[in-house]
């Protein structure tokens, strides 16, 4: 009799679970940006002279001004009339997409509501760098360069475990984590192998932005290629045609 209460019981909660995680989904909401400040910041060569990747940060929350600042720096509209973006993209494809991990959820940068659209509730930060040692997504691996088999292109060597510098000392979280995701279904002509190519071209414009607008306005970040592309593409439910490239870290320095 125990073991059937039991069985009923655990059947309950599986049936219940996709329930609950739509539930929290629904408990997030879109958070509407501020408008950009536009005049804020160093001037571009002063902000080229201290651009510098980072490994800590303080604990501090980013404020809504500064994330609502970042992302319109990052991929944002800048000619509303004809919809183009502060980064360039091949055959103005606009491919590359934000997504937003934060202490709450994922959200997805809508750059031209200027909002934050939920993707997924629950603290996801720490689930998307690659597991010591390496792991499938690399180059060549599952979500990887179309056309390449695995040993056409080395693996990235690990950092070490996520949390630890390549010294081994702890490594201080960001308050804050992109993705930049490229979907090579967005171009309009070309090879697999070339498109995906575009997308990593695309990926690094819109990646450098990010580093740019950090420097000029005291913030930190880097740029990581060592993440975990198999799970991310789970988390967010990507599809076939986008490919998770790039993660950074943002937040204040330490």
């Known amino acids: 009799m125990k073991t059937a209460v039991i069985k009923v019981s655990l059947l309950g909660t599986l049936l219940l679970l996709p329930v609950l995680s739509w539930a929290q989904t629904q408990d997030l909401k879109t958070i509407k940006l501020n408008e950009p400040n536009k005049k804020r910041g160093l001037p571009v060569m002063e902000a080229l002279s201290v651009r510098a990747s980072v490994r800590e940060w303080s604990d ?48 997805l940068y809508d750059a031209l509501g200027h909002a ?18 390496g792991g499938p997504g690399g180059p060549g691996g599952p979500g990887g360069a179309p056309g390449l088999k695995p040993e056409g292109a080395p693996m990235p060597k690990p950092e070490g475990p ?33 498109k995906y190519e575009w997308g990593a071209i695309d990926t690094g414009i819109v990646s450098q932005n990010i580093a740019l607008f950090c420097a000029a306005t005291g913030m930190a970040t880097r740029p990581r290629a060592s993440i975990s592309k198999d799970k991310i593409k789970s988390l967010l439910k990507l599809k076939d045609t986008q490919h998770p490239f790039l993660n950074h870290p943002i937040g204040y320095p330490k």
Do not use: C
Not at 98 to 103: E, S
Not at 171 to 190: E, H, K, M, N, W
């Open 116 to 133: 934050l659209v939920p993707v997924v509730a629950g603290d996801l930060r720490s689930q998307i760098m690659m597991a010591p040692g």
């Open 162 to 194: 996520p949390g630890l510098k390549p010294g081994g000392g702890p490594q201080s979280p960001a308050p804050i984590q992109l993705i930049l995701v490229s979907d090579i279904g967005r171009f309009g002509g070309g090879t697999p192998e070339l």
């Open 60 to 107: 501090k929350e980013v404020s809504l001004q500064d994330l609502s600042d970042l992302l319109w720096a990052t991929n944002g509209i800048n000619r509303p009339e004809i919809k183009k973006r502060t980064a360039a993209s091949a055959q103005n494809a606009q491919d590359v997409d934000i997504y937003v991990f934060m202490k709450d959820g994922v959200y």
